[in-house]
């Protein structure tokens, strides 16, 4: 009796994980992209310019962590402007079409938070944000210390420039779920 009722759990569990792969495949891919980012010698004049976009994202987060929809608005504006102005004439061959990569996804995920006042929607496509600028700094580098933080509940990562977690996904509702998973410099 104990084994059929210790292998009905068995079997459960792993019926459960293989839902649960399948429900979150997102996770499992961003995570293997995470380590599979390329880094690129680049001109600081490039640096410079996506250390400025970052800057702004950590502008971004600040207005997720007040959870104010018009100053997310806001910043997603200002983050959209410093994108545009990188310069990838400054990138030759593989490193120009690794930015490509993560440019038009910045761009088309800033530009949508900017039409919406929803804050629900604008922290989903946040993580978007969050997930290309991550892989850009990771490929470019900025200059200084980044650290990229993680909130396990929400499934998605953001920037900070402390190791102090502050989650924009659930400003103070849950301001310090979450953890530094990976430090850049």
Avoid at 6 to 26: K, N, T
Avoid at 77 to 87: P, S
Avoid at 168 to 179: D, H
């Amino acid at each position: 009796m104990k084994r059929t009722i210790l292998g009905v759990i068995i079997g459960v569990c792993v019926s459960m994980s293989a839902v649960v792969a399948q429900e979150h495949p997102g996770h499992q891919s961003h995570a293997k992209q995470m380590n599979e980012v390329q880094r690129y010698e680049v001109a600081p004049a490039f640096q410079q310019q996506l250390n400025a976009a970052y800057k702004q994202a950590l502008k971004l987060n600040e207005a997720f962590v007040a959870s104010d929809a018009a100053a997310v608005k806001a910043a997603a504006a200002a983050m959209l402007e410093k994108v545009n102005a990188i310069d990838m004439g400054l990138l030759k061959g593989d490193a120009h079409m690794a930015w490509m990569q993560y440019q038009q996804p910045l761009q088309t995920s800033l530009q949508q938070i900017t039409a919406t006042a929803d804050i629900a929607k604008q922290r989903a496509l946040f993580a978007e944000v969050n997930q290309n600028l991550h892989r850009a700094i990771k490929a470019f580098g900025v200059g200084e210390t980044v650290y990229y933080q993680y909130c396990p509940m929400y499934k998605a990562g953001w920037l900070s420039n402390t190791e102090e977690v502050n989650n924009p996904y659930y400003g103070s509702k849950m301001l310090k779920c979450g953890s530094t998973k990976e430090t850049l410099n």
